[in-house]
């Protein structure tokens, strides 16, 4: 017995670049569409926690003793990302985090070691990836930024494991070398040659393990980086074509690590108890799950429906496009341009971060529990009454505040200028002054209500500085709060 999926998260960025800009960069067409784009302060941890705490956000979902992170595209190497999440998203102490990194693959292993730790109880596992190649490359054009989490307990799950098969086999189809950030591929047609067969068996054990056929099923999902052996698999595993689950590769791009868990996100959405739904996923071989609704689904819909949770089909409509191909490239560190005439930053000081961690990771005000003044930075003397050690923590990064004054910088030190500034009252009391991101500087006002993201303010020394900042909310009842 596995541990079943109790809630999930997808987060996409606030960015989309058209490919149109692409393909007139270098006077060719790059395909139609755009790809989600993580801004220049957001990485593959970052967004892990914003999709982490999309996840616990809807009541009853129960807290996880457990994290597990992967990514093809990890800010560190030789530390754990996972611990950055952890931090980020208030999770005990005692709850282990660990990383499964390097290839697309790692993605499915997370999942599946997640179920089966969950057998002991709450466990997360969340998926993130950064895709990045050559200018004007497949996987720059074709790629996508995002993450995905998933909440999996003992008991509650949404689908129960019905079948489930595997085959590996040793061949080179896509590789990246450490220190390059594009990934290379062979020819198509020899990846679509290897690939397509390891999957087509692997889906029929799969299935005869689960005791039904490809007519049993309601939602196919394939998925990979090769797109031509997606193509073809669609076709050849005899699923009747209404069943098969059209990817959002237009709107935001393949996700790469991402992609399956955005499919089974946005498929457990708009799925009905007790139906079928299959995952396939080429890469390296061939990974398949066959799955069967439960009656707990409807009431997970349902909890994220009240937490103000956005469809998947929806994250992907929103965003905005203007993103010039320029600043892409020089947020991926591609392009170089000139920094701002500021002394550089220094790199945060590891022991200040640990005894901050509370603040700085977990964005923890201190409330007075004398006159219940808050403070932001947490603080051992009230400002207010003057009580010393009096302080209870409250953690405010899921409190929405209003701009209650705000400075457009254009000389202060950011990797896209002009940096805005703003003093943000929180909701019940606080103040804090602090970065916008994903705004328009134009569109910002006194009034405009803001929620909090976890972003990476600079990296300097190689050590990446993570802090909080407060990005616009489109709508009220939207706990997600991104613009549109």
Sequence with gaps: MVAGIVSWG????????????????????????????ASYDEDTSSMAVEAGRLALRPSGVPTPGRLYFSTPAPAYLDKTNAAT????????????AYDLCGSVRSAWATLELASLAGERGPVMAVLADLRTGLPGSVDETQGGDGAVAFVLAP?????????????????????????????????????EEALVPLARSTFDRALAQAGLTAGDIDHLIVT??????????????????????????????????????????????????????????????????VLRTTEALTGAQAARRQAGARPVAELVEQGRTDLAYPVFLSWRGVLQREPPRRPDP?????PASLRT????????????????????????????????DQMVAERMADVRGTVATYTIDRLAYSLSPPMVGAVIDFDGGGRYRGEMTDVDPDAVTVGTRVQMTFRRLYTAEGVHNYFWKARPVADEGDDQGVPT
Excluded: M
């Design 155 to 191: 008991e509650g799950g949404v689908a129960e494991l019905a079948g489930h098969a595997a085959a590996t086999d040793e061949f080179l189809e896509r590789w990246r070398v450490p220190g390059e950030t594009g990934s290379r591929q062979w020819e198509d047609r020899f990846g």
């Design 357 to 388: 961690e509370g603040w700085k990771f977990g964005f923890n005000a201190s409330r007075c529990q004398v006159c219940g003044f808050r403070h932001l930075p947490p603080t051992r003397v009230c400002l207010s009454c003057r009580a010393v």
């Design 346 to 350: 220094e790199r945060p000081d590891a």
């Design 224 to 289: 990979g980086l090769h797109a031509r052996a997606v193509a073809t698999l669609k076709k050849a595993l005899k699923v009747p074509a209404d069943r098969v689950v059209q990817d959002h590769s237009g709107l935001i791009g393949n996700l790469g690590a991402a992609d399956a868990g955005l499919a089974l996100a946005d498929c457990l959405e708009r799925a009905e108890v007790g139906q079928v739904v299959a995952v396939v996923e080429v890469a390296d071989g061939a990974d398949v799950a």
């Design 85 to 96: 999440v952890h931090a980020a998203l208030g999770l005990s102490p005692e709850a282990g």
């Design 10 to 37: 997808v987060y996409l960025p606030y960015w989309r670049l058209e490919r149109r800009a692409i393909g007139d960069a270098f006077g060719a067409s790059a395909g139609r569409g755009r790809r989600s784009v």
